[in-house]
């Protein structure tokens, strides 16, 4: 028996969207793809905050996801990572060890030379990992994003974020400087043409400021963070082996969440552009092409680490360079996930995940 | 002359001599036999206490714990995680499934470090059903096949496991055992990162219980594998007292044949070295017999071994055996070295012989005055040495050593005291074949004196351990009487069926007694706090060492508490002394009882007392005084009332036989490796009295020519051996009654805990008597054979031919 062994039960079970390889999310496809009662999520319903920012048992997944591209006084370009993914291992909540509620926690620090990743793994129900709406709160051990909004106010307009690892650790302030975003169709996201979907919805305005610890000392820093929410029951269709997420802070001030999934065929994509003052405009799919420029050869397998990104409709056609292509998340379940920097009709940077190489 | 003639004409001296060649090499097996098969048991034993740690206890890993045995709090598992200590939690407790006890572990898989996942959860889904209701048991294959049908849950078997404990989900343990939110201890990860907050500021109420080196078990039963050990040495250095005396009897006989070898050219190296090949040979021929044999006792013994263990330190031990490798090549290491250390003083002694030295083979072992009375200082330098061990120094290594230097001292005593035995009983005799009886038994002495003290050294192992163990047997078969006073012990099945109990019983009995206990920690022991009512059955019967005045008063009030032998003598404490019992508990030890078989210190307290301080005390056992003639309708009413099961309800007896039973398991094996020691012993006797009685020709020869006939030489030579055996048995009886007193006084307080009186049983010497004289006797019968059918041609060369 080993953590690892659990987190990949957990990650086989539940968060099919990451799974590693076609093989081992086929081996348990019984597992990972039917509702087995657990709720669907159904277009047109709308979000209820606070109470949306807290868990959602009775779905299967769901993550409080955040990434920061950061700089310290000098220049020099950092990324942070910290993410709380909850799998249920059956649709409800209970207190104590019956809780069948499960949380991994994914804490990581990019520099152009290092990729610092680090894993936490708890059962729900004790209280050693959770999320509260409001006051808003989550946490695994002592890893913690607090909102430090008071009652009444968008809890997640102001967080403190800490992750602290035997070789890093970081301490972030964050505060938004725009609305919550919904995604897809008010909040509805396609993920397929055969309709599985999740709820989503993001918050990409965050102004950051902080101080990283890294082995060479602690570094201030400032930056722009992203937080994506999102939860769901089936959120691939059987044929689909991963996908390629994009997060992009344009110089302009607008923002753009890109991704495709891909299947045997042409993919699926999907994206929103959002304006400098929050307003998202949903693009139809197939408006998004991404092309791979270049790949790598990362933990022994070639990954796709520069690419171009067009939207025609809005004239956008952008190249992406990563700040560390070895940014590989060697986690229970890995995959990569890294800041770009990105040039073209526009400049900025951003995020990207890539999962199933 | 090559080198394989020259061994060939070695060799050839064991093809006219298989009788000695049989001797040494059972000598030398025998002897690997019983120290290896000791080894295995104690090796076997050991390797199951460390693998118990390691599954079990996450040995080498230090823990958190309730320093007044109370439940830890879950929360301060989860308080210590979000100050990122990397800590697990673990609840344990006993669980009955069906008919089967065990003694379940609940762990979250998820937080336990991965250096103390030694058993193997499986793949994703098993670990799954692991942690999701309704759960899976993890046990050995044996427990597995107990419980089969008796539990709705899951098993999942691994070799790895314990018998008799179950790994189970902490969730699952909580239910089980009724302790929800509770836990038992957090064990703490090694790497911790720096700067966290530390543990006595987050959970000051918690004590961290460093890894010990040694496990509690290994601690415990550290005394019984002693004993074995010196058992196993003691028949060792028995048989080596065979080979030492077959190799010099056949380097001395083979005189003749080195003085031609040498004479034909063989070089001094060369022959040294064809000896120690021979003897090589012969250690290892006659070790792989050994080792065989040892696995064989092992195997025979180790169940009573296991069964000894589990009763008296609760410890897990297999009663099958494994065969490991180190102690196949410790087996052939100590019989080669034993060999070696045998053939030392002949093999320097042919180094040193001139070439052309008479080959007259001398009396072999004949000594010299002058070695006789270095032997004599010896063993009272080694008799004084054991009396101030025993006098200034403590400690259970010190009362072996006082053992082993008192047996040794009094073995190399044994042929002066014979010498001067037989030199004045040959003083008193005036007739001549008397006195020449009187006087060839002492001629006789130094060839047979090894023999002889190898059988005392048996004969005395044999008194003092009898001795020992019949002492301690009515002692505690006195003890139990005293101390199982109740005629009827009940165990309900849950709290709320006790309360129940308590109010049936409340009108039916003349008394009703509690025996509630909770475990502890006291001055850092892990000890046992029993609660008891005050009730005239503890005032007339428990068996108490020493006590103030009113002491039952004092401990009914609370303010009074008695703890066991054990713990009084361990602690050195003294009457009116304060322990912390718990945080807020201080009481003072009023009495001290005697507790036997009982490895763990113990504390008895007003029952009121306990129950303040330890709220959660499980009541779930009662003794129940009633009339003996109505504990049989009262058993089954209880059983019809309550439904209880038959193992819920014991009598009196019955905890008594059973108490018995384990006693007498207990020293099974001491009797066992008794026996074979007296065997070895009697193997010895038997090969120097056939390697005498070929040496003995020029001694007979000439009583033979003035008329005695040779069916009357046989027969003095069998009372001579007789007499020679008596006096050895009449001098092992003083040794064996000091062995006791050693062991009963000294060894036993260190090991155990407790000291014992000491009785004799004159009856089980005579038992003995007979057996060793059986011994004797067969010993002395192939040679007596061979003298009687000596052919007179035979005595008539001794006169022809001066060799």
């Not at chain 1, 270049?294 to 956008?316: C, D, K, M």
């Not at chain 2, 061994?7 to 097996?29: E, F, V």
């Not at chain 2, 998820?110 to 059903?129: F, H, I, K, R, Y």
Request: net charge neutral.
């Amino acid at each position: 028996m080993s953590v690892r062994s659990i987190a990949i039960a957990f990650a086989v079970t539940t968060m099919a969207s990451l799974s590693a390889s076609q093989a081992a999310y086929q081996g348990f496809a019984g597992l990972g793809s039917a509702a087995e009662g657990f709720s669907v999520p159904q277009p047109g319903r709308p979000f209820r905050f606070p109470a949306d920012h807290g868990p959602h048992p009775d779905f299967r997944i769901e993550w409080w996801y955040l990434t920061a591209n950061l700089e310290a006084p000098d220049g020099t370009h950092y990324g942070a990572q910290w993410t709380l993914f909850r799998s249920a291992l059956a649709p409800r909540e209970a207190t104590g060890w019956s809780s069948p509620q499960l949380w991994m926690g994914h804490a990581a620090v990019t520099t152009s030379e290092d990729h610092f990743v680090a894993e936490r793994i708890s059962r729900g129900g004790v209280g050693q990992a959770g999320v509260v709406a409001e006051p808003f709160s989550a946490w695994i051990d002592d890893w913690q994003m607090k909102g430090r909004a008071t009652p009444g106010a968008d809890q997640l307009a102001e967080l403190s974020l800490t992750a602290t690892a035997d070789e890093f650790g970081y301490e972030l302030r964050l505060s938004a400087t725009g609305p919550l975003v919904p995604q897809g169709d008010k909040g509805y996201s396609l993920k397929s043409a055969k309709g599985q979907a999740s709820y989503y919805y993001s918050q990409p305005f965050y102004a950051v400021s902080g101080s990283l610890s890294l082995p060479t000392g602690d570094i201030a820093v400032t930056g722009k963070a992203w937080l994506d929410r999102e939860w769901s029951s089936q959120p691939l269709a059987e044929d689909q082996t991963g996908w390629d997420w994009f997060s992009l802070h344009l110089d302009t001030g607008e923002k753009l969440m890109g991704f495709r999934l891909r299947d045997e065929g042409e993919g699926f994509t999907s994206a929103t552009w959002i304006t400098a003052d929050g307003r998202p405009d949903a693009l139809p799919a197939g408006a998004l092409k991404i092309v791979p420029v270049r790949t790598a050869n990362v933990a022994g397998r070639q990954i796709p680490v520069s690419w171009n990104i067009q939207i025609p409709s809005r004239g956008f056609d952008v190249t992406t360079q990563p700040l560390n292509e070895q940014a590989w998340m060697s986690t229970s379940i890995p995959y990569w996930e890294g800041p770009i920097a990105f040039k073209g009709t526009v400049g900025g940077r951003g995020y990207l995940e890539m999962t199933g190489y | 002359m090559t080198m394989w003639i020259a061994a060939t004409a070695l060799l050839s001296h064991w093809r006219r001599r298989p009788l000695q060649l049989g001797a040494l090499l059972s000598g030398l097996a025998l002897a690997t036999a019983l120290w290896s098969g000791v080894q295995a048991i104690n090796a076997e034993a050991r390797a199951s206490y460390a693998r118990a740690a390691a599954v079990l206890d996450q040995n080498g890993l230090a823990h958190l714990v309730s320093p007044n045995g109370r439940a830890i709090p879950q929360s301060a598992f989860v308080w210590l995680r979000r100050a990122g200590w990397k800590v697990s939690p673990v609840l344990e407790g006993e669980y009955r499934f069906g008919t089967t006890r065990l003694r379940v572990i609940g762990i979250d898989p998820l937080t336990m470090p991965a250096e103390t996942q030694t058993v193997d959860l499986g793949n994703d889904e098993d670990l799954l059903s692991f942690i999701t209701p309704p759960g899976t048991l993890v046990v050995s294959p044996e427990t597995a096949e107990k419980i089969r049908g008796q539990t709705g849950l899951a098993l999942r078997v691994s070799d790895r496991m314990l018998d008799g404990a179950a790994f189970i989900d902490i969730g699952l343990a909580q239910r089980l055992l009724r302790r929800d939110g509770e836990l038992s201890r957090i064990v703490i990860a090694e790497n911790q990162r720096p700067g966290l907050e530390p543990l006595g500021k987050l959970v000051p109420t918690l004590s961290v219980r460093e890894p010990n080196a040694q496990t509690d078990v290994e601690h415990l039963t550290e005394s019984l594998h002693l004993n074995l050990t010196a058992f196993g040495f003691l028949a060792f250095a028995v048989g080596l007292l065979i080979v030492y005396s077959t190799i010099g009897l056949a380097f001395e006989q083979r005189r003749p044949t080195f003085r031609t070898l040498r004479c034909l050219g063989v070089s001094l190296r060369r022959l040294a070295v064809l000896l120690l090949a021979e003897l090589a040979l012969f250690a290892v021929a006659a070790g792989a017999v050994g080792v065989a044999i040892g696995y064989l006792v092992a195997s025979l013994l180790l169940p009573g071994v296991a069964a000894t263990l589990e009763g008296l330190y609760g410890a897990s031990v297999p009663g099958t055996l494994s065969l490991r490798p180190e102690w196949w090549v410790s087996g052939f290491a100590i019989a080669l070295a034993g060999t070696l250390v045998s053939s030392a003083q002949s093999l320097m002694r042919l180094m040193r012989v001139p070439l052309l030295a008479a080959a007259q083979p001398q009396a072999w072992g004949r000594s010299s005055e002058k070695g006789r009375r270095l032997q004599v200082l010896a063993a009272a330098a080694l008799l004084a040495f054991s009396g101030a061990l025993l006098l200034w120094a403590d400690g259970l290594q010190a009362g072996f050593g006082a053992l082993g230097c008192l047996l040794l001292g009094a073995a190399l005593l044994l042929p002066a005291v014979l010498s001067g035995f037989l030199t004045l009983m040959q003083r008193m005799s005036s007739r001549a074949l008397v006195t020449w009886f009187w006087a060839d038994a002492r001629q006789q002495l130094p060839g047979l004196s090894l023999a002889l003290m190898a059988l005392l050294l048996a004969l005395a192992a044999n008194v003092g351990v009898g001795t020992m163990v019949s002492s301690f047997r009515l002692t505690f078969v006195g003890w139990l009487d005293q101390r199982l006073a109740a005629e009827l012990y009940v165990a309900a099945r849950n709290e709320g069926e006790a309360d129940r109990l308590r109010a049936w019983l409340a009108t039916k009995v003349e008394s009703v007694l509690p025996i509630s206990s909770v475990d502890a920690e006291i001055r850092g022991q892990p000890m046992q706090i029993f609660g008891v009512v005050d009730d005239p059955t503890y005032r007339k019967h428990w068996p108490l060492i020493v006590g103030m005045p009113n002491v039952w008063d004092r401990v009914a009030s609370g303010e009074g508490v008695l703890v066991n032998e054990q713990f009084w003598r361990r602690e050195r404490l003294r009457i009116g002394d304060r322990l912390d019992l718990a945080s807020e508990w201080k009481a003072t030890v009023v009495g001290v009882y005697s507790d036997y078989g009982n490895p763990k210190g113990q504390v008895m307290a007003g029952i009121n007392a306990l129950i303040t301080h330890y709220p959660h005390v499980s009541r779930l056992r009662y003794g129940l005084r009633v009339p003996p003639d109505q504990v049989a309708d009262l058993r089954s009413n209880l059983s019809d009332e309550f439904g209880l099961p038959a193992e819920n309800i014991l009598d009196q007896a019955a905890l008594k036989e059973q108490s018995r039973r384990i006693f007498d398991r207990t020293f099974l094996v001491t009797g066992a490796l008794n026996i074979f020691t007296l065997g070895v012993a009697a193997l010895a006797m038997f090969s120097s009295l056939l390697t005498l009685s070929e040496m003995r020709l020029p001694q007979l020869a000439p009583v033979w020519a003035t008329g005695v006939t040779r069916r009357d030489l046989a027969l003095i030579e069998l009372l001579r051996t007789l007499v020679l055996w008596l006096a050895t048995f009449i001098a092992a009886l003083p040794l064996g009654l000091a062995l006791a007193w050693v062991l009963l006084a000294v060894v036993n307080v260190e090991a155990f805990g407790w000291r014992l009186p000491m009785y004799i049983f004159p009856y089980e010497w005579v038992r003995l008597g007979l057996v060793a004289l059986a011994a004797a006797v067969v010993s002395v019968f192939i040679p007596l054979r061979r003298l009687a059918g000596l052919a007179p041609s035979e005595l008539l060369k001794v006169f022809a031919n001066e060799r």
